[in-house]
């Protein structure tokens, strides 16, 4: 049937955008006899030959110490697991019961259990101040405030036989991905005191993050930024060298660390082999590498193109969260050279004559560097229509965020609307790049905004779009980067939505969180130096300026960027606008109720002013 672009209905549920969800973290077994991991803030466990079991313990999973992430941990038949600021649980197998560690209303995150399985050290907060704690499992105590004096924590892990611990740490105004430390340790079996703490790794202008203990005890594994990719390093615990074994040219090892427990590569148990992830843009893949012999193989599927949290258990299975085009979160595992799903957390089968498929496309900017993004044409079977279709351009937060290939709910429902999509991975984007993540250093709010106005331009020159039907949409930074464009390049779309995006640069440097408290110093500069910057990519001081329709959607509980960053938009702004405040949200929206209103709301703004 022939119906304009944007008229068309859908065949992707709202309810099935609203219900999203992903896995948040896994650990194999220590004894390789399973795996656990977090979903939905739920704890599921699946052991060899059984099938998955959903642990209701009445609480829910997730760390709570920056953005989240390093949920749980397995030894044996016990599961130690983070409930944010409610506590530290344990949990056996066969058991739904699980018993408090601790309650000092910390948050918490990344808990590892020590190898005789008598402690667990985790990273916690109150706010202010970051710590790596130790609890001893057998007593419900306060914890021990083992390691502190660094701003900031993560990846904590044991050496095999429990003689050595080491850490990543680093400092304000540094963030994890341009000044993280990799830290190492004796330990005193019987005091549990620290000896020999010294740096093996990073800080400015070389980070080194997620070190690993090889099974054998004798290496302990790095990523390390000296160039414009990522290097992988083994140091020898006994002779002290360090040695390249996988270079990256042209692709990338991690992505910017805004979470706890990352985990990009693991060691198989001979200690000469390590499975890990190449990040080329938009696209990713696992590769197993031997550095003793230099030889290498890719083991991903082609139809998965998303992976992180890539481990390895002591049997030799290699496991990770992955997604694709067509394939929601899911948790695979490889055995015998075939992958199984575990665990999805949607079910539905995709049919790709029901979903756009992204292409990827590239452009020039001011001064000559390619800028990146994906492409998603109108789809659906039922309905066409001639000419450029009206388009969504989507910006990524962070900044240092990507836009990647994997299944994205919010994306297929617009498309399958009538409107193309658009996913910028403007400069300062991971995954192309040392150079390019940090060509946005003192330049937020001019680059990002740039190319988002070419993108613009060249979705119009390419027919990819009618450039006089464009909406450009964010959150967080990406919230900033659209609220900048409305007011310096007014005319170039039709349209825009904010969602919890920064619009004063001088309250985010007050007001924001700990973790990016002084972000803005390398993002735009230090002030009062940087003052006539700050005020000059402010959007609330230059707001009278949008000349378009604007849809505004803010978390009142927002902690990151409060609310008052949106409110005060409402007293500039002379057009035609729309302004939703969700209570109960943070930085996010989490609650399905809130994210359909959200999608059913941007949907007839769309229709009324595209």
């Not at 969800?21 to 060899?48: C, H, M, P, Q, T």
């Not at 130690?80 to 910390?106: E, I, M, Q, Y």
Request: with cysteine; net charge negative; charged share 20%.
């Amino acid at each position: 049937m022939q119906l304009p672009y944007g008229l068309w209905n859908g065949h992707i549920d709202p309810d099935l955008v609203a219900n999203r969800a992903r896995v948040s973290d896994f650990k194999w077994n220590s004894d390789g006899s399973g795996l656990a991991f977090s979903a939905r803030s739920i704890l599921y466990r699946k052991a060899e030959g059984k099938p998955l079991e959903t642990v209701q313990t009445g609480h829910d999973v997730y760390g709570s110490v920056g953005y989240g992430g390093g949920d749980l941990d397995v030894h044996g038949d016990l599961t130690v697991f983070c409930s944010g600021a409610n506590g530290l649980f344990a949990v056996r197998d066969g058991s739904d019961r699980a018993v408090p560690l601790t309650n000092d209303r910390f948050d918490r995150s990344t808990p590892v259990i020590s190898p005789n399985g008598k402690y667990v050290a985790y990273v916690t907060s109150d706010g202010e101040h970051d710590q790596i704690a130790l609890l001893e499992l057998s007593a419900y105590d306060w914890p021990r405030l083992w390691i502190k004096g660094a701003d900031f924590y993560m990846q904590p892990e044991w050496s095999p036989d429990g003689t050595k611990f080491t850490w990543v740490e680093w400092d304000h105004p540094e963030m994890p991905w341009s000044g993280s430390r990799v830290m190492l340790a004796d330990v005193d079996a019987g005091t549990m005191e620290l000896k020999n703490v010294h740096c093996i790794a990073g800080g400015r202008p070389d980070p080194a993050s997620q070190p690993h203990f090889s099974p054998d005890g004798k290496k302990l594994a790095y990523i390390i930024a000296s160039g414009d990719w990522e290097d992988l390093i083994v140091y020898d615990l006994t002779t002290g060298d360090h040695r390249v074994v996988i270079h990256g040219e042209g692709f990338a090892l991690s992505v910017p660390a805004f979470t706890q427990g990352n985990c990009s590569y693991g060691w198989f148990a001979d200690s000469r082999r390590i499975a890990y992830t190449r990040m080329y843009g938009t696209k990713s893949e696992i590769w197993i590498c031997h550095p003793e012999t230099a030889i290498e193989q890719r083991i991903s599927p082609d139809h998965l193109t998303a992976f992180e949290q890539v481990r390895v258990s002591r049997d030799g299975k290699v496991a990770a969260i992955a997604a694709g085009p067509l394939d929601f979160s899911q948790v695979v595992v490889m055995s015998k050279g075939e992958w199984e799903v575990i665990y999805r957390t949607n079910d539905l089968k995709l049919d790709a004559s029901f979903v756009s498929l992204p292409r990827e496309i590239s452009w020039k900017t001011k001064g000559g560097m390619t800028v990146y993004g994906l492409y998603y044409p109108p789809c659906s079977p039922d309905y066409g229509w001639h000419g450029a279709p009206p388009a969504i351009v989507q910006i990524h937060g962070g900044p240092t965020g990507k836009a990647d290939q994997c299944f994205s709910a919010e994306t297929a429902y617009f498309c399958s609307l009538g409107y193309a999509y658009v996913r910028l991975n403007y400069r300062g984007s991971a995954g192309y790049g040392r150079k390019y993540l940090e060509s946005l250093n003192g330049h937020w709010g001019e680059y990002d905004t740039e190319d988002a106005v070419t993108v613009a331009k060249f979705l119009g020159e390419k027919g990819l779009a009618d450039p006089k039907r464009l909406l450009i949409t964010g959150g967080s930074s990406g919230g900033f980067t659209v609220l900048n464009v409305l007011t310096r390049y007014p005319k170039v779309y039709a349209a825009g939505a904010s969602l919890y995006g920064v619009s004063d640069l001088f309250g985010l440097a007050r007001s924001t969180w700990k973790l990016e408290l002084h972000y803005t110093e390398s993002l735009t500069g230090a002030l009062p130096e940087a003052e006539e910057k700050y005020y000059a990519w402010s959007p609330l001081y230059h707001a009278e300026k949008i000349a378009v329709p604007l849809a505004i959607f803010q978390g009142d509980k927002d902690v990151v960027v409060p609310k008052e960053q949106s409110e005060g938009l409402l007293d500039r702004i002379h057009v035609p606008h729309v302004f939703k405040l969700y209570e109960g949200e943070g930085h996010g929206f989490r609650k399905a109720e809130h994210i359909k209103d959200y999608l059913l709301t941007l949907h007839q703004f769309l229709q009324q002013y595209l």
